[in-house]
């Protein structure tokens, strides 16, 4: 087999590395492509190199933009401007974890922040105080709770005992009722010199049905934002999630969640999301959720769960035309509402008289035990819709 | 009780050559293909510009890092994993890839609960039972066996096709649309891709004699298994910019005239910076730029745009926000 040029071979993992850190799968195998890839390729023709490599490294969309700035920072060809302390090309960031960054910096002869976002830090030590009597947590309200509170708020949720309903999926299993297998009885009728003995049957087998769950963490929803985010990360663990939150726009955090540590998934949630309290266009977030992300994560009949106070500042018959497409391509729309849980609350705001027609269900999202509620509601939904 | 039955048909060949693949494929002309193959069509592809010169012959105009992945999954036997949205040419890209390689394309479709039976084979039940009614009693039973668990009653599905033929030029196996499968038939195919075998009990393990040229497709409805994209190459295809959008109108639908072509597209890619629920892909260009070509227009106006719209938008929301901005989109897309 033909090698790549010898001298490249350090340097090639050497970006395999930094792409590693970077948050790309790009281990031994992928080198090994890589490197059998570049045999084939006239070294001479940038475009061709950064082609191979990133149709080797690359598995995914999202990951293009990473990989291109990972491309531009190593390769970038010397430039007699750099001296100068003018790098062109070199301006994006890559999603370094701190104490790898400043290496690469060294590494490459940058300084951090042009590898590197800059990392505010906010982390807060938990504290866990001794006592609070369960029942009366779970009727308080987020937004009186102290820090230790949602600490075990937090724990409740891990352990919370329900699941999302199943669906009936088109994959068939073997069953002792249902439609009759003609494969299986008819290789058993075979056994019996052709004669149809024994019928076996089968059934559709059941699956739980995806949860989306699109967030409002705008500034009116501050107070609980941090715990529904805990929620989020509960159920991330346990079932088939996909979230979203938005407060002037919608920001997917799938894969934020999937730290096993609740600190360090939230951690890196405030990081990648800018708008954190800012303002809310509900309106302009569902119709960016029905049209950049519904057809992918609404399939397998999903069950949609909006949480939002319905502060609105955007035009209510946006939000209308929104939801009745969001609602045509989800099982059922649920809406959470914290300050449903507020005595005397009517669904007076705007947004949420808008919205209001449009959903299946209308919950309160303001203690645990109204999460429990909508737990209870997720796990009782059948095949039939609720419409 | 299948132990003895199993005839052991193990037909392992190791992975030819590329090139000797080539050298057997040069000697046989293939008639489906359409076009006079020579020499040249059907040798291996030798460098990046003999893929892209090759894939325009065949009217696909992509990108240089399209032919960039196409040669190195050839090069490196290793299957193409093309993601992109409805509608930019993915599944066109295998087809024209069978056509330059002067190879059959064999097709799987998924779909949700797509199984073994419907992907790799299924044994002729209806068939099996006649055949052993008609043997009677006097027949002894394991040359009766033998017989109905043969080739002769295997029902063979796309996966066995691309898995176990005689074809002189491997196949392009094209797996389309595989987010529409489940995570059951995902980890089959990681399984398949990996040692390109597949068993079954009654006759044994089948064993590829040739790598077939692998090309999966996804529309991103969901994400696919990372452990199935470890095994393949990445390639993403975008929409087009004009300049190659309209190449590809007069590519691909040569009736429609110069003026139309470019017209057409410009009003696209107008309707792509728009806020729609289904942004129009390529072949709904194609598609309109046909259905204005039928109509016998050389230019666009607003009110053939109007009439011919459902060409390229299929939502009836978006529909009515374009209907009312058609003037000036097609004002735009004139002076593009």
């Known amino acids: 087999m033909r090698e790549a040029h010898v001298d490249l071979l350090p340097r090639l993992g050497a970006f ?16 090994t492509d890589a490197t059998r890839a570049l045999a084939f390729i006239d070294l001479k023709k940038h475009d061709d190199f950064r082609s191979a490599l990133r149709t080797v490294f690359v598995s995914r969309k999202e990951d293009i933009p990473t990989f291109e700035a990972a491309f531009d920072i190593f390769w970038a060809p010397p430039d007699p401007r750099a001296a100068a302390g003018v790098m062109p090309g070199r301006g994006r960031s890559l999603p370094l974890p701190p104490e790898r960054a400043q290496a690469w910096a060294n590494a490459l002869g940058l300084n951090t922040s042009q590898l590197n976002r800059e990392r505010q830090d906010s982390e807060f030590v938990a504290r866990s105080s001794g006592y609070s009597a369960e029942e009366l947590l779970r009727r308080k309200d987020f937004e009186e709770m102290t820090w230790a509170e949602t600490e075990q708020v937090r724990r409740l949720l891990e352990q919370a005992p329900w699941r999302v309903a199943e669906r009936k999926t088109r994959r068939l299993r073997p069953a002792r009722t249902g439609r009759i297998d003609l494969r299986r009885s008819a290789r058993h009728a075979i056994r019996s010199s052709g004669e ?6 089968r059934r559709a087998r059941v699956r739980r049905r995806p949860l989306v769950l699109i967030c409002d963490v705008s500034g009116s929803m501050e107070r609980y934002s941090r715990l529904l985010m805990i929620f989020a990360h509960a159920i991330a663990r346990r079932e088939d999630l996909e979230a979203f939150v938005f407060s002037t726009r919608l920001t997917r955090i799938t894969r934020l969640l999937r730290h096993r540590d609740v600190d360090r ?24 959720f029905n049209r950049r992300w519904a057809r992918r994560v609404l399939g397998h009949g999903a069950v949609v769960v909006i949480v939002s106070d319905g502060w609105d500042r955007g035009d209510p018959a946006q939000l209308s035309a929104e939801l009745v497409h969001l609602r045509r391509s989800a099982h059922r729309l649920i809406w ?8 005397g609350y009517e669904p007076l705001t705007r947004g949420m008289a808008a919205a209001l027609p449009f959903c299946d269900d209308f919950l309160a999202a303001h203690n645990l035990q109204a999460l429990d509620d ?8 059948d095949s039939r819709s609720a419409r | 009780m299948s132990g003895n039955l199993a005839v052991s048909a193990h037909r392992a060949v190791g992975k030819a050559d590329p090139a000797i693949r080539a050298g057997q494929a040069a000697l046989l002309t293939f008639p489906d293909v359409g076009t006079s193959v020579t020499f040249d069509t059907v040798t291996a592809p030798a460098s990046i510009e003999d893929v892209e010169r090759r894939l325009r012959e065949r009217r696909y105009i992509g990108d240089r890092s399209l032919a960039t992945s196409i040669f190195l999954s050839l090069k490196l036997e290793k299957p193409l994993f093309i993601e992109g949205e409805a509608g930019v040419g993915k599944t066109e890209a295998a087809k024209v890839m069978a056509e330059v390689l002067g190879a059959r394309l064999i097709r799987l479709q998924c779909y949700e609960g797509i199984d073994l039976a419907h992907a790799v084979y299924e044994w002729n039940y209806p068939r099996q039972l006649l055949h052993i009614r008609l043997l009677g009693e006097s027949d002894d039973r394991r040359t009766a066996e033998r017989e109905i668990f043969s080739s ?3 029902l063979r599905r796309p996966l066995l096709d691309a898995i176990d033929n005689d074809d002189a030029i491997p196949p392009v196996l094209l797996i389309d649309e595989i987010d529409r499968s489940d995570e059951e038939f995902e980890a089959f195919l990681l399984e398949l891709l990996s040692d390109f075998q597949v068993s079954i009990p009654e006759i044994g393990t089948i064993r590829a004699r040739q790598v077939p040229f692998v090309v999966i497709t996804s529309n991103r409805t969901r994400e696919v298994h990372d452990a199935l994209k470890r095994r393949c190459l990445y390639h993403w295809i975008d929409y087009p910019d004009l300049d190659k959008e309209v190449e590809i109108v007069r590519a691909r639908a040569p009736e429609a005239a110069d003026g139309l072509a470019r017209e057409v597209a410009a009003l696209v890619q107008g309707l792509r910076g728009m806020d729609l629920y289904k942004v129009p892909g390529v072949a709904e260009t194609l598609d309109w730029a046909r259905s204005l070509a039928a109509l016998g227009a050389t230019r666009i106006d ?8 459902g060409a390229a ?8 926000r374009v209907r009312e901005q058609v003037p000036a989109l097609v004002e735009k897309a004139q002076r593009a």
């Open chain 1, 374 to 381: 909508l737990g209870r509601l997720l796990a009782g939904l």
């Open chain 1, 196 to 201: 149809l003995m024994t019928l076996f049957h």
């Open chain 1, 336 to 343: 959470l509402n914290p300050l449903l849980g507020s005595e």
């Open chain 2, 313 to 320: 938008l299929k939502y009836q929301e978006d529909l009515e």
């Open chain 1, 265 to 288: 998934a939230l951690d890196s949630v405030s990081k990648s999301v800018h708008d954190f309290s800012g303002g809310t266009r509900i309106g302009d977030a569902i119709g960016d």
């Open chain 2, 302 to 309: 607003p009110t053939l745009v109007s009439a011919t719209m």
């Open chain 1, 16 to 31: 395999a590395r930094l792409l590693h850190d970077a948050g790309l799968e790009a281990g031994p195998r992928r080198l």
């Open chain 2, 152 to 154: 002769e009653f295997l």
